[in-house]
T-cell receptor
Framework: NAGVTQTPKFRVLKTGQSMTLLCAQD?????MYWYRQDPGMGLRLIHY???????AKGEVPDGYNVSRLKKQNFLLGLESAAPSQTSVYFC????????????????????FGPGTRLTVT | SQQGEEDPQALSIQEGENATMNCSYK?????LQWYRQNSGRGLVHLIL?????REKHSGRLRVTLDTSKKSSSLLITASRAADTASYFC??????????FGQGTRLTINP
């Protein structure tokens, strides 16, 4: 199993450009998350999804959009990039279904991808 | 705002010594998780402790939880150079959102 993968690994954008970050997981997890990590700020949740076709806002959603058309993929879009969006972006997944359904989702660990380093100039 | 706050922000010790990191949180929790992040990598889950547990061990890791003080500690015994990393505590807000602290940066000197 590849676990959680992210593409691309690095990207440089000019202000106003758009791009999409792709996250894929092969663990059949229900929940997927997008975080950004900035120096001294820890990880902050941008958007998350509790299942295919559903998304919800996290702590810092402004300037980002997401889609979860397939269970294994979670896309993060920047429509008009700004220098303030320079950051390292991490995707994570959690909560396997079926046999473990009914258990508290918070009891499951999150599996993280390797990150995407984005610079907006 | 951050649910978990780690202390200290940075810690430097000699190889073989023990390292202790602390985490404080604000609201009631069902459980608390600790993660490790090596430089330039994603986070890796280390251990989860439930609210009805006071202490949990995993190899060289020992985690304690004091729900009355809303605090947790992570002890790494007999530290190794490979333990150099940032360590984060995390708790859930609501049913689905895991909130991370700012982390403790641990450096193990040979």
């Amino acid at each position: 199993n590849a676990g959680v993968t992210q593409t691309p690994k690095f990207r440089v954008l000019k202000t106003g450009q758009s791009m999409t970050l792709l996250c894929a997981q092969d663990m059949n997890h229900e929940y997927m998350y997008w975080y950004r990590q900035d120096p001294g700020m820890g990880l902050r949740l941008i958007h998350y999804s509790v299942g295919e076709g559903t998304t919800a806002k996290g702590e810092v959603p402004d300037g980002y959009n997401v889609s979860r058309l397939k269970k294994q993929n979670f896309l993060l879009g920047l429509e008009s990039a700004a220098p303030s969006q320079t950051s390292v972006y991490f995707c994570a997944s959690s909560y396997p279904p079926s046999r473990t359904s009914g258990r508290d989702p918070s009891s499951y660990e999150q599996y993280f991808g390797p990150g995407t380093r984005l610079t907006v100039t | 705002s951050q649910q978990g706050e780690e202390d200290p922000q940075a810690l430097s010790i000699q190889e073989g010594e023990n390292a202790t990191m602390n985490c404080s949180y604000k609201t009631s929790i069902n459980n608390l998780q600790w993660y490790r992040q090596n430089s330039g990598r994603g986070l890796v889950h280390l251990i989860l402790i439930r609210s009805n547990e006071r202490e949990k061990h995993s190899g060289r890791l020992r985690v304690t939880l004091d729900t009355s003080k809303k605090s947790s500690s992570l002890l790494i015994t007999a530290s190794r150079a490979a333990d150099t990393a940032s360590y984060f505590c995390a708790t859930f807000q609501g049913a689905q959102k895991l909130v991370f602290g700012q982390g403790t940066r641990l450096t193990i000197n040979p």
